[in-house]
């Protein structure tokens, strides 16, 4: 018993010093590669990203041998993640210490990165960047992600929401196109005429969920916190009645379809379909529509007491561990603010580069369809962002639930905003 | 005493455990230490871990979600337990006739076992679509007009028992297949003599006789109900109105979503330890029950 006793214990001290070795090996061989690289003076910087999908992933390809090609001492490494991994692989990532020196980062999920310091402050690089100059850069999209003053990401691309509608119902029904004074009366009153139950079209089609609610409110003058974010406002009265606007077109009007009668169909898929005749969506899906048998335009969102539509952006932002800050500058830089890329983005009719370059967005607005294209650039002036705190996973889970209730009639909107009011408020404390 | 000998047998016996116990102590020993550990800490994976002590294990029982949550999987157990027993129960005694072709069906009730749960989960998603699903068309036939099932808080939960009894059904067959070939024909032929009807015999020979078996599958089925995860994250990621969340979801959310991995490992010790106590207290029944049937 004594002898294998102490047989265990050997075995596990000298198990300890293999493996203590073998990882004191490891950090000995990437030191000598890394002043290998400095003598070369050749470095790879990890890239890792959500955006591209696989239909773009060609795109990002493209974009990458234009840097290279620009940098020869620089090699760009890019990892994919689809959206709903993306933020768990890099958190582990993180907190593993084997950070991507570069990474993708939405608005949404910006703040709380960049408050937690996992991110470089890029002031300083900024500021010794002779060449760089940030008016080539839409200003607002630039602002959106500094936090506490200090700039942490640039920004890469937007995208915002509008409204599409498909002419051929619309000249079927003879309802005049939607135009920029529209309301939301004016959008029930066509929807009602649009919607043809015999042929499963439906006049009208919004999703009944968090990142619709908080817009919808906007258009009514509601709002999900106060200016500062220390008070939550679920419960007022726009948002009440907002939110009753957009049951009432399910449930009360039937002009748009419940969740039943999509049977697991996106509301895209409905569109393409010919099925829906008025869809919010965000511009991304302008090419999926590209080759639909009929025709369609967009238009400004109908509001109710004012206009207001969504404004999604993405950044990329360095580690605050990166051993090469100055090389993953000249990456972030070119992502952001080179014409390269962005006239690879226009092309593709991926997202909108934030440049502010002329010729460019020429070249997307004559892209067809929509004709209308304009209107793309017209929802800048009355965007929301979104209600963004740290807790955000938190806020949207929380309106999932009891926007869930309300969708299946088991809530009124009123008791359902009046539940989540000390929800939200304990969110912001 | 150890001789020689003995050493040398230790030392092969060892040599051939080793990367299956470094496997354990790596990937699953360290970890579930770890997380004990985590347990009593704030920890967002960007900063370090902060030490709170039962600050974790507080907020989660007055947690109204965790309650919720746990009130789900009961539900679920309550629901799937009794089913996926009674229904492989009367499945083994089927195809434990002697038959043409018996093994095809024994094989064919056993393919969802080995089948991903991703895969049956994504199957049964389009089987209980409310318009063009086959459950619904099945139910047209008799005039029933079916539930919108996934989408409808109180039928959402009932779906993903059904799929759950219809995946897991073979694999409790077999374990009462085999515990029934384990019934010495001599007492059925005994009962016969005595003029016992076929209900008599399995209501006082097969029942009492299988009873080792029924207290295995109903511990194993047990432990894994209460870890009830993949079906509910595919099909209905825990709604509609959080219908259908359970324990595990929660763990999953907290960590990976809300990234609160001390709370994450709280709620994943709460949970140990009710499987704990249940198992404890199966076992004292079981010395009860299954001490008489032998």
Known sequence: MRNSFKFITVLFLSLILILTACSGQKTTSSKNENSNKAKDEKVTIDYFTFSPGDQHEKDLKAMISAFEAQNPNIKIKYEMASFDDYFTKLQTRLAGGSAPDTFELNYENFVNYASKGALLPLDNLLKADKEFDPSEINQKAFDAFQYKGKQYGMVESFSDVVLYYNKDLFDAAGVSYPNADWTWKDELDAAKKLTNKDKGIYGTYAPIQFWEFYKTIAQNGGSIFNKDKTKATVNSPENIEALQWMVDKVNKYGVTPTDAKMSGQSDGDLFKAGKIAMLRTGIWMMDSFKDTPFKWDIALEPGNTQKAHHFFANSLAISKDSKHPEAAWKWLKFMSASKDAAKIRVDSSWELPAVSNTDLVNSYLQQTPPQNRKVVFDALDTLVVPPVIPEWNKLTDTFTKELDLVKLGKKTPKEALNELQPQVQSLVK | ?294
């Open chain 2, 1 to 294: 005493m150890v001789g020689d000998h003995g050493l040398k047998k230790f030392l092969v016996i060892s040599a051939f455990l080793l990367p299956n116990l470094l496997g354990f102590l790596f990937f699953i020993g360290i970890p579930i230490v770890a997380s004990l550990g985590i347990s009593f800490t704030q920890w967002d994976l960007l900063s370090p871990p902060k030490w709170i002590g039962i600050e974790n294990y507080k907020t989660t029982l007055t947690n109204k979600e965790f309650w919720a949550a746990l009130g789900h999987t009961f539900y679920f157990i309550a629901g799937y337990l009794p089913l996926v027993m009674v229904g492989a129960l009367a499945i083994a005694l089927i195809l434990n006739q002697k038959l043409k072709g018996i093994t095809f069906f024994r094989a064919a009730y056993f393919v969802p076992v080995v089948t991903s749960w991703v895969a049956v989960s994504l199957i049964w998603k389009w089987l209980f679509n409310p318009e063009y699903g086959l459950v619904n068309y099945f139910l047209s036939q008799f005039g029933i007009n079916g539930p919108a099932w996934l989408q409808d808080p109180n039928w959402a939960m009932p779906a993903i028992i059904l799929t759950s009894v219809w995946k897991d059904l073979g694999f409790v067959m077999v374990i009462y297949l085999a515990g029934l070939q384990g019934i010495s024909p001599s007492y059925y032929e005994a009962a016969e003599m005595d003029g016992a009807s076929a209900w008599q015999k399995f209501w006082h020979i097969t029942l009492p006789l299988l009873n080792p078996t029924t207290f295995f599958v109903t511990v194993i089925s047990l432990i894994n109900s209460f870890q009830v995860f993949d079906q509910v994250m595919i099909m209905t990621e825990g709604g509609p109105a959080d219908s259908t969340s359970v324990i595990v979801e929660r763990i999953y959310n907290h960590a990976f979503r809300y990234f609160e991995m001390g709370n994450a490992s709280a709620i994943s010790w709460l949970l140990f330890f009710i499987i704990f106590f249940i198992t404890l207290l199966q076992l004292r029944i079981q010395k009860r029950m299954v001490g008489d049937g032998n």
